[in-house]
Protein backbone atom coordinates (compact mmCIF):
# COMPACT_ATOMS: atom_id res chain seq x y z
CA UNK A 1 0.00 0.00 0.00
CA UNK A 2 1.23 3.62 -0.77
CA UNK A 3 -0.50 6.88 -0.19
CA UNK A 4 0.39 10.34 -1.57
CA UNK A 5 0.92 13.27 1.25
CA UNK A 6 -0.77 16.10 0.64
CA UNK A 7 -0.13 18.29 3.87
CA UNK A 8 3.52 17.57 3.20
CA UNK A 9 4.78 20.06 4.97
CA UNK A 10 2.68 19.09 8.35
CA UNK A 11 3.60 15.94 7.76
CA UNK A 12 7.29 16.10 7.38
CA UNK A 13 7.68 18.39 10.33
CA UNK A 14 5.23 15.56 12.75
CA UNK A 15 8.00 12.96 11.41
CA UNK A 16 11.01 15.09 12.60
CA UNK A 17 9.77 15.79 15.89
CA UNK A 18 9.00 11.95 16.23
CA UNK A 19 12.43 11.03 15.37
CA UNK A 20 14.26 14.13 16.76
CA UNK A 21 15.86 15.01 13.27
CA UNK A 22 15.52 17.65 10.98
CA UNK A 23 14.96 16.13 7.66
CA UNK A 24 15.86 18.16 5.02
CA UNK A 25 14.98 15.83 1.66
CA UNK A 26 11.05 16.08 0.90
CA UNK A 27 8.74 13.29 1.20
CA UNK A 28 5.39 12.92 -1.20
CA UNK A 29 4.48 9.60 0.01
CA UNK A 30 4.76 6.88 2.58
CA UNK A 31 4.78 3.23 1.32
CA UNK A 32 4.74 -0.33 3.10
CA UNK A 33 5.53 -2.36 -0.08
CA UNK A 34 8.90 -1.70 -1.95
CA UNK A 35 7.19 -2.49 -4.98
CA UNK A 36 5.15 0.58 -4.99
CA UNK A 37 7.87 3.06 -3.60
CA UNK A 38 8.04 6.50 -6.04
CA UNK A 39 10.75 9.51 -5.56
CA UNK A 40 11.02 10.90 -2.51
CA UNK A 41 8.63 8.57 -0.38
CA UNK A 42 9.10 7.12 3.42
CA UNK A 43 9.51 3.27 3.11
CA UNK A 44 8.52 1.94 6.25
CA UNK A 45 9.95 -1.73 6.24
CA UNK A 46 7.49 -3.29 8.37
CA UNK A 47 7.32 -7.04 9.35
CA UNK A 48 5.05 -9.06 6.63
CA UNK A 49 3.15 -12.10 7.17
CA UNK A 50 6.27 -13.97 5.35
CA UNK A 51 9.43 -11.72 5.23
CA UNK A 52 10.64 -8.22 6.94
CA UNK A 53 10.70 -5.24 4.56
CA UNK A 54 14.15 -4.31 5.19
CA UNK A 55 15.29 -7.48 3.14
CA UNK A 56 14.15 -5.82 -0.36
CA UNK A 57 16.00 -2.44 0.10
CA UNK A 58 18.58 -2.03 -2.52
CA UNK A 59 20.52 0.57 -4.52
CA UNK A 60 17.62 1.29 -6.86
CA UNK A 61 15.28 1.98 -3.70
CA UNK A 62 18.09 3.93 -1.66
CA UNK A 63 18.12 6.31 -4.56
CA UNK A 64 14.43 6.56 -4.87
CA UNK A 65 13.49 7.32 -1.10
CA UNK A 66 13.29 10.27 1.02
CA UNK A 67 13.82 8.09 3.91
CA UNK A 68 13.89 4.82 5.10
CA UNK A 69 11.92 3.81 8.59
CA UNK A 70 12.61 0.18 10.10
CA UNK A 71 12.97 -1.83 13.04
CA UNK A 72 16.19 -3.45 11.90
CA UNK A 73 19.23 -1.86 11.16
CA UNK A 74 19.99 -0.55 7.63
CA UNK A 75 23.43 0.36 6.68
CA UNK A 76 22.30 3.58 5.12
CA UNK A 77 22.19 7.59 6.33
CA UNK A 78 18.67 7.51 4.78
CA UNK A 79 17.69 4.86 7.46
CA UNK A 80 16.63 5.28 10.78
CA UNK A 81 15.93 2.48 13.21
CA UNK A 82 13.05 2.94 15.59
CA UNK A 83 11.47 0.30 18.04
CA UNK A 84 8.81 -0.59 16.31
CA UNK A 85 7.39 0.33 12.85
CA UNK A 86 3.73 -0.14 13.66
CA UNK A 87 3.72 1.86 16.46
CA UNK A 88 5.69 4.42 14.84
CA UNK A 89 3.06 4.84 11.84
CA UNK A 90 -0.31 4.73 14.43
CA UNK A 91 2.05 7.83 16.42
CA UNK A 92 2.40 10.10 13.22
CA UNK A 93 -0.68 9.05 12.24
CA UNK A 94 -2.14 10.42 15.47
CA UNK A 95 -0.50 13.38 15.80
CA UNK A 96 -1.44 14.47 12.18
CA UNK A 97 -5.03 13.90 13.33
CA UNK A 98 -4.95 16.16 16.07
CA UNK A 99 -4.33 19.01 13.46
CA UNK A 100 -7.39 17.63 11.31
CA UNK A 101 -10.26 20.31 12.13
CA UNK A 102 -13.37 17.89 10.05
CA UNK A 103 -15.60 15.84 11.99
CA UNK A 104 -14.29 12.22 11.72
CA UNK A 105 -16.88 9.21 10.99
CA UNK A 106 -16.09 5.99 11.88
CA UNK A 107 -17.86 2.68 10.72
CA UNK A 108 -17.26 -0.39 11.49
CA UNK A 109 -19.77 -4.27 11.97
CA UNK A 110 -19.23 -6.91 10.70
CA UNK A 111 -21.15 -7.32 7.32
CA UNK A 112 -22.04 -3.97 5.17
CA UNK A 113 -18.59 -1.38 6.25
CA UNK A 114 -17.83 -0.82 2.61
CA UNK A 115 -20.49 -0.30 0.68
CA UNK A 116 -22.29 1.62 3.77
CA UNK A 117 -18.77 3.51 3.94
CA UNK A 118 -18.98 4.00 0.01
CA UNK A 119 -22.73 5.15 -0.01
CA UNK A 120 -22.01 8.08 2.71
CA UNK A 121 -19.11 9.12 1.08
CA UNK A 122 -21.19 9.27 -2.52
CA UNK A 123 -24.00 11.17 -0.51
CA UNK A 124 -21.60 13.65 1.59
CA UNK A 125 -19.60 14.50 -1.59
CA UNK A 126 -22.92 16.22 -3.19
CA UNK A 127 -22.32 18.90 0.10
CA UNK A 128 -19.02 18.92 1.11
CA UNK A 129 -15.37 18.35 0.76
CA UNK A 130 -14.97 14.63 2.07
CA UNK A 131 -11.41 13.10 3.00
CA UNK A 132 -12.21 8.89 2.73
CA UNK A 133 -10.74 5.52 3.41
CA UNK A 134 -10.23 3.86 -0.41
CA UNK A 135 -11.22 0.43 -0.72
CA UNK A 136 -11.35 -1.59 2.40
CA UNK A 137 -8.53 0.26 3.83
CA UNK A 138 -9.50 -0.59 7.32
CA UNK A 139 -6.86 -2.21 9.71
CA UNK A 140 -3.98 -1.51 11.86
CA UNK A 141 -2.10 -0.13 9.34
CA UNK A 142 -4.27 0.83 6.37
CA UNK A 143 -6.40 3.05 8.37
CA UNK A 144 -3.30 5.38 9.81
CA UNK A 145 -1.45 4.90 6.30
CA UNK A 146 -5.10 6.33 5.04
CA UNK A 147 -5.35 9.26 7.57
CA UNK A 148 -1.97 10.68 6.20
CA UNK A 149 -2.87 11.05 3.17
CA UNK A 150 -5.82 13.42 3.70
CA UNK A 151 -5.83 16.88 3.51
CA UNK A 152 -7.04 19.63 6.04
CA UNK A 153 -9.60 21.70 4.15
CA UNK A 154 -12.32 19.06 4.29
CA UNK A 155 -15.86 19.01 5.96
CA UNK A 156 -15.47 15.01 6.69
CA UNK A 157 -13.33 12.57 6.88
CA UNK A 158 -14.54 9.32 6.54
CA UNK A 159 -13.17 6.06 7.83
CA UNK A 160 -14.30 2.20 7.61
CA UNK A 161 -12.57 0.40 10.69
CA UNK A 162 -12.38 -3.55 10.96
CA UNK A 163 -11.00 -6.11 13.57
CA UNK A 164 -9.78 -9.34 13.65
CA UNK A 165 -8.78 -9.55 17.09
CA UNK A 166 -10.07 -8.08 20.52
CA UNK A 167 -9.48 -4.70 21.34
CA UNK A 168 -8.25 -3.62 17.58
CA UNK A 169 -11.58 -1.18 17.33
CA UNK A 170 -10.50 0.92 20.43
CA UNK A 171 -7.05 1.03 19.14
CA UNK A 172 -8.22 2.69 15.69
CA UNK A 173 -10.37 4.70 17.56
CA UNK A 174 -7.37 6.27 19.37
CA UNK A 175 -6.32 7.40 16.43
CA UNK A 176 -8.93 8.35 14.62
CA UNK A 177 -10.80 10.08 17.04
CA UNK A 178 -14.22 9.96 15.55
CA UNK A 179 -16.60 12.30 16.46
CA UNK A 180 -19.58 10.44 14.30
CA UNK A 181 -20.67 6.43 14.37
CA UNK A 182 -22.01 3.89 13.08
CA UNK A 183 -22.04 -0.21 13.35
CA UNK A 184 -23.59 -1.54 10.87
CA UNK A 185 -24.57 -4.88 12.78
CA UNK A 186 -22.69 -7.18 14.74
CA UNK A 187 -23.05 -11.01 14.31
CA UNK A 188 -20.40 -14.38 14.36
CA UNK A 189 -17.22 -13.86 12.02
CA UNK A 190 -13.63 -14.29 12.45
CA UNK A 191 -14.29 -16.01 16.04
CA UNK A 192 -10.69 -17.42 15.63
CA UNK A 193 -9.65 -13.66 17.16
CA UNK A 194 -12.08 -13.59 20.01
CA UNK A 195 -12.15 -15.35 23.38
CA UNK A 196 -15.92 -15.52 22.22
CA UNK A 197 -18.54 -13.88 20.81
CA UNK A 198 -19.37 -11.91 23.46
CA UNK A 199 -15.10 -10.39 23.10
CA UNK A 200 -16.48 -9.89 19.38
CA UNK A 201 -19.41 -7.96 20.32
CA UNK A 202 -17.62 -5.44 23.20
CA UNK A 203 -14.88 -4.98 20.40
CA UNK A 204 -17.24 -3.27 17.83
CA UNK A 205 -19.02 -1.96 20.38
CA UNK A 206 -15.93 0.06 21.64
CA UNK A 207 -16.60 2.73 18.39
CA UNK A 208 -19.76 3.81 20.24
CA UNK A 209 -17.84 4.17 23.83
CA UNK A 210 -15.17 6.22 21.84
CA UNK A 211 -17.70 8.64 19.90
CA UNK A 212 -19.67 9.26 23.00
CA UNK A 213 -16.18 10.03 25.12
CA UNK A 214 -15.95 12.53 22.34
CA UNK A 215 -19.29 13.73 22.58
CA UNK A 216 -20.11 12.70 19.09
CA UNK A 217 -23.13 11.49 17.46
CA UNK A 218 -23.98 7.49 17.29
CA UNK A 219 -25.99 6.12 14.46
CA UNK A 220 -27.78 3.22 16.23
CA UNK A 221 -29.48 0.10 14.10
CA UNK A 222 -32.14 -0.74 16.32
CA UNK A 223 -32.88 -3.86 14.57
CA UNK A 224 -29.61 -5.46 15.64
CA UNK A 225 -29.97 -6.78 19.33
CA UNK A 226 -26.09 -7.27 19.74
CA UNK A 227 -25.76 -3.20 19.57
CA UNK A 228 -27.11 -1.94 23.14
CA UNK A 229 -26.34 1.96 24.02
CA UNK A 230 -26.90 3.18 27.44
CA UNK A 231 -30.31 5.07 27.86
CA UNK A 232 -28.56 8.10 29.48
CA UNK A 233 -26.41 9.33 25.62
CA UNK A 234 -28.71 11.66 24.29
CA UNK A 235 -26.67 12.18 20.77
CA UNK A 236 -27.74 9.01 19.27
CA UNK A 237 -29.84 8.57 16.08
CA UNK A 238 -31.94 5.69 15.28
CA UNK A 239 -32.39 4.19 12.08
CA UNK A 240 -34.76 0.89 11.44
CA UNK A 241 -37.14 -1.10 8.98
CA UNK A 242 -39.17 -2.77 12.14
CA UNK A 243 -39.66 -0.04 14.42
CA UNK A 244 -41.56 2.68 13.15
CA UNK A 245 -41.24 4.82 15.82
CA UNK A 246 -37.25 5.23 14.36
CA UNK A 247 -35.75 8.30 13.47
CA UNK A 248 -35.14 6.85 10.25
CA UNK A 249 -37.76 4.07 9.33
CA UNK A 250 -37.45 2.39 5.84
CA UNK A 251 -40.50 1.03 4.01
CA UNK A 252 -39.26 -2.37 2.51
CA UNK A 253 -42.33 -3.83 1.01
CA UNK A 254 -41.37 -2.65 -2.24
CA UNK A 255 -38.11 -3.85 -2.55
CA UNK A 256 -39.14 -6.19 -4.97
CA UNK A 257 -40.62 -3.53 -7.08
CA UNK A 258 -37.32 -1.41 -7.24
CA UNK A 259 -38.45 1.11 -4.35
CA UNK A 260 -37.65 2.04 -0.77
CA UNK A 261 -39.50 4.13 1.42
CA UNK A 262 -37.69 6.22 4.28
CA UNK A 263 -39.45 8.64 5.89
CA UNK A 264 -41.94 9.07 3.23
CA UNK A 265 -39.08 9.77 0.53
CA UNK A 266 -38.93 7.54 -2.22
CA UNK A 267 -36.09 6.68 -3.78
CA UNK A 268 -35.83 4.13 -6.85
CA UNK A 269 -33.05 1.04 -5.87
CA UNK A 270 -30.72 0.30 -8.86
CA UNK A 271 -30.43 -3.16 -7.13
CA UNK A 272 -33.24 -5.01 -5.66
CA UNK A 273 -31.41 -6.33 -2.67
CA UNK A 274 -32.43 -6.23 0.85
CA UNK A 275 -28.91 -5.99 1.83
CA UNK A 276 -28.40 -2.99 -0.22
CA UNK A 277 -31.28 -2.00 1.24
CA UNK A 278 -30.08 -2.32 4.65
CA UNK A 279 -26.86 -0.08 3.30
CA UNK A 280 -28.69 2.58 2.11
CA UNK A 281 -31.20 2.82 5.05
CA UNK A 282 -27.91 3.39 7.30
CA UNK A 283 -26.06 5.64 4.69
CA UNK A 284 -29.14 8.06 3.95
CA UNK A 285 -29.67 8.36 8.04
CA UNK A 286 -26.56 8.93 8.46
CA UNK A 287 -26.20 12.00 5.36
CA UNK A 288 -29.64 12.92 5.66
CA UNK A 289 -28.57 14.25 9.64
CA UNK A 290 -26.10 16.18 8.01
CA UNK A 291 -28.17 18.09 5.51
CA UNK A 292 -27.59 16.46 2.28
CA UNK A 293 -31.06 16.72 0.41
CA UNK A 294 -33.15 13.96 -0.97
CA UNK A 295 -32.74 15.05 -4.33
CA UNK A 296 -29.00 14.57 -4.17
CA UNK A 297 -29.32 11.55 -2.03
CA UNK A 298 -31.30 10.24 -4.87
CA UNK A 299 -28.96 11.33 -8.10
CA UNK A 300 -26.19 10.03 -6.35
CA UNK A 301 -27.74 6.36 -6.19
CA UNK A 302 -27.92 6.54 -9.88
CA UNK A 303 -25.10 5.44 -10.90
CA UNK A 304 -23.53 3.68 -7.66
CA UNK A 305 -21.82 0.24 -7.95
CA UNK A 306 -21.33 -2.63 -5.29
CA UNK A 307 -17.49 -2.81 -4.61
CA UNK A 308 -16.04 -5.87 -6.52
CA UNK A 309 -16.87 -8.97 -4.59
CA UNK A 310 -19.88 -7.76 -2.69
CA UNK A 311 -22.95 -8.59 -4.79
CA UNK A 312 -22.13 -6.95 -8.44
CA UNK A 313 -23.87 -8.57 -10.87
CA UNK A 314 -22.19 -10.28 -14.08
CA UNK A 315 -24.77 -10.62 -17.33
CA UNK A 316 -23.83 -13.46 -19.77
CA UNK A 317 -26.24 -13.88 -22.05
CA UNK A 318 -29.33 -15.54 -20.53
CA UNK A 319 -26.47 -16.74 -17.60
CA UNK A 320 -26.38 -13.77 -14.12
CA UNK A 321 -23.43 -14.05 -12.17
CA UNK A 322 -24.03 -12.66 -8.76
CA UNK A 323 -20.26 -11.90 -7.37
CA UNK A 324 -20.57 -11.87 -3.67
CA UNK A 325 -16.95 -13.85 -2.88
CA UNK A 326 -15.20 -10.99 -1.03
CA UNK A 327 -16.09 -12.79 2.08
CA UNK A 328 -18.50 -14.56 4.17
CA UNK A 329 -20.10 -15.38 7.49
CA UNK A 330 -23.67 -17.06 8.58
CA UNK A 331 -25.79 -13.52 8.63
CA UNK A 332 -24.07 -12.35 5.06
CA UNK A 333 -24.88 -15.65 3.72
CA UNK A 334 -28.33 -16.09 4.90
CA UNK A 335 -29.17 -12.46 4.13
CA UNK A 336 -27.42 -12.76 0.30
CA UNK A 337 -29.63 -16.10 -0.27
CA UNK A 338 -32.62 -14.26 0.94
CA UNK A 339 -32.16 -11.71 -1.80
CA UNK A 340 -32.45 -14.21 -4.17
CA UNK A 341 -35.92 -14.56 -3.49
CA UNK A 342 -36.35 -11.47 -5.36
CA UNK A 343 -34.70 -12.44 -8.34
CA UNK A 344 -36.59 -15.81 -8.93
CA UNK A 345 -38.55 -16.45 -12.18
CA UNK A 346 -39.84 -19.53 -14.24
CA UNK A 347 -37.03 -19.13 -17.04
CA UNK A 348 -33.90 -19.70 -14.51
CA UNK A 349 -32.64 -21.71 -12.14
CA UNK A 350 -31.13 -20.45 -9.24
CA UNK A 351 -28.21 -21.88 -8.15
CA UNK A 352 -26.04 -21.94 -4.62
CA UNK A 353 -22.06 -21.74 -5.56
CA UNK A 354 -20.66 -21.81 -1.70
CA UNK A 355 -17.04 -22.02 0.15
CA UNK A 356 -16.47 -22.65 3.82
CA UNK A 357 -16.75 -19.69 6.11
CA UNK A 358 -13.44 -19.78 7.78
CA UNK A 359 -12.24 -18.24 11.43
CA UNK A 360 -15.29 -19.36 13.19
CA UNK A 361 -13.03 -21.65 15.58
CA UNK A 362 -15.25 -23.99 18.10
CA UNK A 363 -18.20 -22.58 16.45
CA UNK A 364 -17.60 -23.54 12.71
CA UNK A 365 -19.32 -26.92 12.42
CA UNK A 366 -22.59 -25.80 14.01
CA UNK A 367 -23.01 -22.65 11.87
CA UNK A 368 -22.57 -24.12 8.87
CA UNK A 369 -24.96 -26.59 9.95
CA UNK A 370 -27.33 -23.88 10.93
CA UNK A 371 -26.83 -22.50 7.12
CA UNK A 372 -27.96 -25.79 5.50
CA UNK A 373 -30.75 -26.16 8.00
CA UNK A 374 -31.66 -22.45 6.26
CA UNK A 375 -31.40 -23.48 2.71
CA UNK A 376 -33.34 -26.47 3.61
CA UNK A 377 -36.35 -24.44 4.22
CA UNK A 378 -36.25 -22.04 1.28
CA UNK A 379 -38.54 -22.44 -1.96
CA UNK A 380 -36.61 -20.71 -4.61
CA UNK A 381 -33.46 -22.89 -4.11
CA UNK A 382 -33.09 -25.15 -7.28
CA UNK A 383 -29.54 -26.24 -6.60
CA UNK A 384 -26.60 -26.09 -4.17
CA UNK A 385 -22.81 -26.83 -5.03
CA UNK A 386 -20.42 -26.65 -1.82
CA UNK A 387 -16.66 -26.63 -1.85
CA UNK A 388 -14.71 -27.17 1.52
CA UNK A 389 -14.52 -29.59 4.37
CA UNK A 390 -16.50 -27.28 6.32
CA UNK A 391 -18.85 -26.88 3.22
CA UNK A 392 -19.80 -30.69 4.21
CA UNK A 393 -22.15 -29.75 7.26
CA UNK A 394 -24.14 -27.58 4.84
CA UNK A 395 -25.16 -30.35 2.21
CA UNK A 396 -25.72 -32.78 5.71
CA UNK A 397 -28.18 -30.65 6.65
CA UNK A 398 -30.41 -30.37 3.27
CA UNK A 399 -32.55 -32.77 2.52
CA UNK A 400 -35.10 -30.84 0.78
CA UNK A 401 -36.19 -33.40 -2.52
CA UNK A 402 -36.58 -30.07 -4.85
CA UNK A 403 -32.51 -29.03 -4.32
CA UNK A 404 -30.23 -30.42 -6.36
CA UNK A 405 -26.92 -31.17 -4.17
CA UNK A 406 -22.98 -31.41 -4.80
CA UNK A 407 -19.97 -31.24 -2.83
CA UNK A 408 -16.47 -30.18 -4.03
CA UNK A 409 -12.97 -30.99 -2.61
CA UNK A 410 -11.46 -28.02 -4.41
CA UNK A 411 -11.51 -24.56 -6.58
CA UNK A 412 -10.52 -26.81 -9.15
CA UNK A 413 -12.89 -29.70 -9.31
CA UNK A 414 -15.92 -27.46 -9.40
CA UNK A 415 -14.38 -25.41 -11.88
CA UNK A 416 -13.89 -28.56 -14.17
CA UNK A 417 -17.26 -29.31 -13.29
CA UNK A 418 -18.86 -25.77 -14.68
CA UNK A 419 -16.92 -25.91 -17.49
CA UNK A 420 -18.45 -29.11 -18.85
CA UNK A 421 -22.16 -27.92 -17.98
CA UNK A 422 -24.74 -26.24 -19.45
CA UNK A 423 -24.73 -22.82 -17.15
CA UNK A 424 -27.15 -21.52 -19.97
CA UNK A 425 -30.46 -19.92 -18.42
CA UNK A 426 -29.11 -20.02 -14.33
CA UNK A 427 -28.57 -17.38 -11.83
CA UNK A 428 -25.36 -18.43 -10.22
CA UNK A 429 -24.88 -16.43 -6.48
CA UNK A 430 -21.00 -17.50 -5.71
CA UNK A 431 -20.08 -16.71 -2.07
CA UNK A 432 -17.23 -18.03 0.51
CA UNK A 433 -14.44 -16.86 3.18
CA UNK A 434 -11.58 -14.97 1.46
CA UNK A 435 -9.34 -17.91 1.67
CA UNK A 436 -11.71 -20.25 -0.01
CA UNK A 437 -10.65 -17.74 -3.62
CA UNK A 438 -14.13 -18.13 -4.73
CA UNK A 439 -13.53 -15.70 -7.36
CA UNK A 440 -11.12 -18.05 -9.16
CA UNK A 441 -14.56 -19.89 -9.98
CA UNK A 442 -15.71 -16.04 -11.76
CA UNK A 443 -12.23 -16.27 -13.53
CA UNK A 444 -12.10 -19.74 -15.01
CA UNK A 445 -15.54 -20.51 -15.45
CA UNK A 446 -17.46 -17.15 -16.25
CA UNK A 447 -14.21 -15.12 -18.02
Known sequence: MRIEIKERATVKKIISQIINLDLKSSLNGISIDS????????????????????EFV???????????????????????????????????????RDKLKMKVVGITGTNGKTSTKELIVRFLKTKYKVNYSKGNHNSMTSL???????????????????ASKNGEIEELCNIAK????????????????????????????????????????????LDDINIEVQDSYNDIVTYSYLNSQSDYFADLTKVQNGTITINEAVFNLKYKSYVFSYNLLASYSLASSLGVDNSNISNSLFDFSFPKGRGDIIKKGNTTIIDDTYNANLASMKSGILNLKLKKNKSQDIVLILGDMLDLGKDSLSLHSELGKYINGLNFIDSVYCVGEQSSYVIKNIDNQKINLQLFKDIN????????????????????????????????VFN
Request: proline share 2%; hydrophobic share 35%; glycine share 6%.
Open 178 to 221: PNIGLITNISKSHLDGYKDFNSLVNTKMALYESVTKNKGTFFLN
Open 58 to 96: NRDILNKVGLIVSDKFIDSPKAIKVDDCSDFLKKIACNF
Open 144 to 162: PLSILGFNCDADYCVLEMG
Open 35 to 54: RKIEKNDLFIAMKGERCHGS
Open 413 to 444: SIINFLNKHDNSNTIFYIKGSRGMYMEKIIEK
